[in-house]
């Protein structure tokens, strides 16, 4: 009777956490397509008189299909994550993962005026069993939060190196940085430690729960250093080849 009176409040916890998953997913798509409909309307019925009018109205409705986009994107990332599906790991060298990321995302770190640096040239590989999308997955959303929380002038750095005997990741930046109260929290889906701020940087809020799913499939978990005003440093630990 205590076995099922237990898996009877599981399965009603899970189902309670699949509610309020759907009706955040609902929230989350309401504000750009209310956008993305008003603007559309304005066009449309001619509200939007003037070529100025129309320009913003046409470049408002792109930017909301963006976050969509970048939405829609995160869910299916995190969609795949939750199915448990095998992770398939092969020697990978951390440094060249972290410098591809960089280089995609430097122009983007750029348009902030936020300086973005890898792993410094000539380092010797740091050699991890894993698996090279992963990790790129990882770092990518650890790089792009940094971006966006990093104020212009700032800097982030991503750097790959060996700690006893694992492989380490860190990303670390010099941006706002984050509250002691919301540290345990930043890892749930669509917790945002400054709601405004997150939704106008176009963050869906949910990289680090991806983040999050991914290293626990790698049997690892993540740890963070923050200090406000000075900035924030992730860092992964992965099994050293």
Do not use: W
């Given at each position: 009777a205590?076995?099922l009176?237990?898996?009877?409040a ?25 956008a993305i ?8 019925d ?17 930017g909301?299909s ?5 939405l829609?994107?995160?869910l ?6 939750d ?6 790991r ?21 348009e902030r ?9 000539g380092?010797?590989?740091v050699?991890a069993v894993?698996n090279?999308a992963h ?8 790089v ?9 002038g ?48 176009g963050?869906s ?13 790698h ?23």
């Amino acid at each position: 009777a205590a076995s099922l009176n237990t898996m009877t409040a599981q399965l009603a916890a899970t189902d309670r956490r699949q509610r309020e998953f759907l009706a955040d997913v609902a929230h989350e798509l309401r504000t750009p397509i209310t956008a993305i409909d008003g603007f559309a309307s304005a066009l449309v019925d001619g509200a939007a008189r003037t070529d100025d009018d129309r320009r913003e109205a046409a470049e408002i409705i792109k930017g909301e299909s963006g976050r969509l986009c970048d939405l829609v994107a995160d869910l299916q990332a995190l969609t795949l994550a939750d199915l448990d599906q095998e992770v398939v790991r092969e020697p990978t060298d951390l440094v060249e993962c972290c410098r591809e990321v960089v280089e995609r995302l430097e122009h983007a770190a750029g348009e902030r005026g936020v300086l973005l640096r890898g792993p410094r040239a000539g380092q010797d590989p740091v050699v991890a069993v894993t698996n090279a999308a992963h990790v790129q997955t990882i770092v990518s959303n650890l790089v792009t939060n940094a971006i966006r929380a990093t104020p212009p002038g700032g800097s982030v750095r991503v750097s790959a190196m060996h700690e006893g005997g694992s492989a380490v990741v860190e990303v670390a930046d010099t941006g706002v940085g984050i509250a002691p109260e919301h540290l345990p929290r930043i890892f749930e889906r669509f917790y945002r430690v400054d709601k405004s701020r997150s939704r106008n940087a176009g963050g869906s809020g949910l990289g680090l729960s991806i983040v999050k799913h991914i290293i626990e499939a790698h049997g690892q978990t993540m740890s963070v250093r923050s200090t406000q005003g000075k900035g924030s440093t992730f860092a992964f630990t992965l099994q050293k080849a």
